[in-house]
């Protein structure tokens, strides 16, 4: 029998490592302390929970989180399979239905006889036995605690927030329209128009309104990839326009591109939900309900959740990880997910993947799979065990590809060349591991 490998953490990335080490033979067990204990992000009783948006990002080879995709897929990944069985209408992204998606990842590690998920919480770490933390955006107290003990310093922490869920019957469809960005395929977005006197109407009390105090929280720094709305609107009253309420590419049922649009995006498979995209806030929930019906559309509309922040943990990496996530104190311990220094999900499931097939080899004595900047899986591994002494959780992005040995001018042309080198070298990387290099 081999190895029992010990998983903590049922999340995105802990899944996906428990998946790839259990189709390789090995015992896992993983630990999720959900029913038992949740954090104050997360919800439901199943595996692989969806906090933040329910959106996996774009899946254009133009677009970053498009090549990754692509390159995990070819590595076999679980999560992304199941993504696409369970997603919803989001234009180019892959966006999912919450509940589908964690239901379907529990049933699919329930099948395996060699995972076996149990549920309680992990408060202390052997570094004697083979370990993957994986314990994702709000690791409790008590386990931070331990992870502070074994990287021989504190925890590092940042803030991340979430985005507000109305109902689809109690938005005003008349104030909406549903035409693509450059009219480009079909709208899978309500979108909400806002002239000039209602877009800086709304600015002003926004900016205004009351926040929830984070005296429960150590410190007090946001993470610019999760940035509440209301402090990118203190930066200008024009930030908005320029970010997630950007006009450009959208045209009305008059043909006219309005001041300022709020997108809407399908939460769940029958769309009876809906989120505000790029509303992640920190007001209170009255101040909310108050100023997101400001928006036109959403005068009447019922808010069945609305958006928190919370603290996220991620340890200094490039001080504790190798670039297969194992720690450099420890070889038997490694990291996974939000906490290793990656952001975002396709990016915490990539850190499980690699966890999983690096744990796997070096327990049969194999030498490190050593992915290249070529691809967007190496370009992180190798940013979060990169000597870095600002070092802050990285999205995957084509800035930290090695660059094109020649000059291609057009942007978008030079994205897609990003990405056709990207598959073509993870090819070559699945095919010496198939191989039993």
């Given at each position: 029998?081999?190895t029992r ?7 995105l ?6 998946y ?22 997360h919800?439901?009783?199943n595996?692989?929970e ?18 990754l ?7 076999d990944?679980l999560l992304?399979?199941?993504a696409?069985?369970?997603s919803?209408?989001?234009?180019s ?6 509940e589908?998606?964690?239901k379907?990842v529990?049933?699919e590690?329930?099948?395996?006889d ?16 083979p ?5 994702g955006?709000?690791?409790s ?6 992870i ?20 689809a ?5 008349e104030?909406?329209?549903?035409t ?5 395929g079909e709208?899978?977005?309500?979108n ?8 800086y ?8 309104a009351q926040r ?18 209301e ?26 591109r309005?001041?300022?649009v ?5 939460e769940n ?9 790029g509303?992640?806030?920190?007001l ?9 019906s ?5 005068e ?6 609305y958006?928190v ?11 504790h ?8 104190k420890?070889d038997?311990i490694?990291f ?8 975002g ?8 993947l ?15 799979i ?7 899986t ?18 995957a992005?084509?800035g930290?590809?090695?660059?094109h ?14 990405s ?8 070559k990387?699945?095919e010496a ?5």
């Amino acid at each position: 029998m081999k190895t029992r490998i010990r998983i903590i953490g049922g999340g995105l990335a802990g899944s996906e490592a428990s998946y790839q080490l259990a189709k390789r033979g090995y015992e896992v067990e993983l630990y999720e302390m959900k029913p038992h204990k949740f954090s104050p992000a997360h919800h439901n009783d199943n595996l692989a929970e969806v906090v933040c948006s329910n959106s996996f990002k774009s899946s254009l080879l133009s677009t970053a989180s498009g090549a990754l995709k692509a390159e995990l897929n070819i590595l076999d990944c679980l999560l992304l399979k199941v993504a696409e069985k369970c997603s919803v209408p989001a234009g180019s992204a892959l966006a999912v239905d919450r509940e589908l998606f964690s239901k379907a990842v529990t049933k699919e590690l329930e099948k395996f006889d060699n995972i076996k998920i149990i549920r309680e919480e992990i408060t202390t770490i052997d570094t004697s036995v083979p370990t993957i933390i994986a314990t994702g955006p709000l690791t409790s107290d008590s386990l931070s605690k331990e992870i502070a003990k074994l990287l021989g310093e504190e925890g590092l922490y940042f803030f991340d927030a979430s985005a507000p869920i109305v109902d689809a019957g109690t938005i005003n469809m008349e104030k909406t329209f549903t035409t693509s960005r450059y009219q480009k395929g079909e709208s899978d977005y309500i979108n909400c128009p806002m002239d000039k006197d209602t877009y800086y109407a709304f600015i002003e009390e926004l900016t205004n309104a009351q926040r929830v105090e984070l005296h429960d929280f150590e410190g007090t720094e946001v993470f610019e990839g999760c940035m509440p709305v209301e402090v990118m609107a203190s930066r200008g009253k024009d930030t908005l326009r320029y970010g997630p309420l950007r006009p450009v590419g959208l045209l009305d049922n008059d043909g006219k591109r309005p001041f300022a649009v709020v997108q809407l995006r399908r939460e769940n498979l029958e769309g009876e939900l809906y989120n505000l995209v790029g509303f992640q806030t920190n007001l209170t929930y009255p101040e909310q309900k108050r100023v997101f019906s400001m928006i036109p559309a959403l005068e009447n509309a019922e808010f069945v959740k609305y958006g928190v922040m919370h603290r996220n943990t991620y340890i200094n990496a490039p001080k504790h990880l190798n670039s297969d996530f194992s720690m450099k104190k420890y070889d038997k311990i490694f990291f996974a997910g939000q906490i290793s220094g990656v952001e975002g999900y396709v990016e915490s499931i990539m850190s499980g993947l690699i966890a999983g097939i690096s744990m796997a080899r070096k327990l049969e004595g194999k030498e490190k799979i050593y992915f290249n900047n070529l691809t967007i899986t190496g370009a992180l591994c190798n940013y979060i065990s990169t000597e870095n002494v600002d070092f802050q959780p990285m999205n995957a992005n084509f800035g930290i590809l090695t660059p094109h040995n020649e000059l291609i001018k057009d942007k978008q042309k030079r994205k897609e060349e990003y990405s056709k080198r990207a598959i073509e070298e993870m090819a070559k990387i699945k095919e010496a591991i198939d191989n039993g290099n």
